[in-house]
C-alpha cells in the first residue's frame, strides 16, 4: 500500500530565506507526483506536476524534483515571502487514477 | 472558464441526520473524484466516477456513504445516518478524462456533525 509522508510537519522562517520542503513515497510505481497549496479553509492550487519520466519542473520560485527510484521528492521555494505562507501538499497518483497525499507541510513566512 | 464548485461551503448537522454535498465541475471533464480531509491530515481519496459510473468506491468507509452521478456532470455525495467522525471537509475534483495527469479541485464542503 503506497504511502506518503512530508517532512517537516511545520516550518516558521524568515522572509527571504530558501526553502526546502521533503515528500517521500513507499512505492515507486507512480504516474506522477503533484505539489499543491491549501491555504486555510480552502481548496486546492496545484504548484507543479511531475511526471513519472521526469526529473523536475519549474514555475516562477517554485522548484520540484523527483527521485522515483528513491522515493522521494522535493519542492524548493526561492527567495520566501509572507505571502508563500500556506500549507504544502505532496500527492502521487498510482495506477488506479486517484491521488494519495502526504500530511502536509505548513510554512510560515514572517516579515 | 468556471473551476470546480462545491455547495454548500459549509454544513452543520446533527448525529443521525442524512445530507447532500454536492459538486458540478469543470464543463467536459469526464472524470470526477470525491476526497476527505481531517483536521491535520492529508485529502483521502473516497470514490471515482468516469462519466455516469463509479470506476472506483474503494475509498468509501462503509454503506452509509453513497455518491451519485446520473447525468455525467454534477455529482453528489450522500451520507446517511451522520456521525461526528465524519467530520471533515469534502473535496471534489475534475479532469479532463482519467488519462489526463492533472486533477482540479473545488473549495470544498465543511462538514460538521454536532
Known amino acids: 500500500k503506497q504511502e506518503v509522508t512530508q517532512i517537516p510537519a511545520a516550518l516558521s522562517v524568515p522572509e527571504g530565506e530558501n526553502l526546502v520542503l521533503n515528500c517521500s513515497f513507499t512505492?515507486?510505481?507512480?504516474?506522477?507526483l503533484q505539489w499543491f497549496r491549501q491555504d486555510p479553509g480552502k481548496g486546492l492550487t496545484s504548484l507543479l506536476l511531475i511526471q513519472s519520466s521526469q526529473r523536475e519542473q519549474t514555475s516562477g520560485r517554485l522548484n520540484a524534483s523527483l527521485d522515483k527510484s528513491s522515493g522521494r521528492s522535493t519542492l524548493y521555494i526561492a527567495a520566501s515571502q509572507p505571502g508563500d505562507s500556506a500549507t504544502y501538499l505532496c500527492a502521487v497518483r498510482d495506477h488506479t487514477d486517484k491521488l494519495i497525499f502526504g500530511t502536509g507541510t505548513r510554512l510560515q513566512v514572517f516579515p | 472558464g468556471a473551476g470546480v464548485s462545491q455547495t454548500p461551503s459549509n454544513k452543520v448537522t446533527e448525529k443521525g441526520k442524512y445530507v447532500e454535498l454536492r459538486c458540478d465541475p469543470i464543463?467536459?471533464?469526464?472524470?470526477l473524484y470525491w476526497y476527505r480531509q481531517s483536521l491535520g491530515q492529508g485529502p483521502e481519496f473516497l470514490i471515482y466516477?468516469?462519466?455516469?459510473?463509479?470506476?472506483?468506491d474503494s475509498g468509501l468507509p462503509n454503506d452509509r456513504f453513497f455518491a451519485v452521478r446520473p447525468e455525467g456532470s454534477v455529482s453528489t455525495l450522500k451520507i446517511q445516518r451522520t456521525e461526528r467522525g465524519d467530520s471533515a471537509v469534502y473535496l471534489c475534483a475534475s479532469s479532463p478524462d482519467r488519462s489526463y495527469n492533472e486533477q482540479f479541485f473545488g473549495p470544498g464542503t465543511r462538514l460538521t456533525v454536532l
Open positions: 466516477f468516469q462519466g455516469t459510473g463509479a470506476a472506483d
Open positions: 464543463s467536459g471533464h469526464t472524470a
Open positions: 512505492d515507486s510505481a507512480i504516474y506522477n
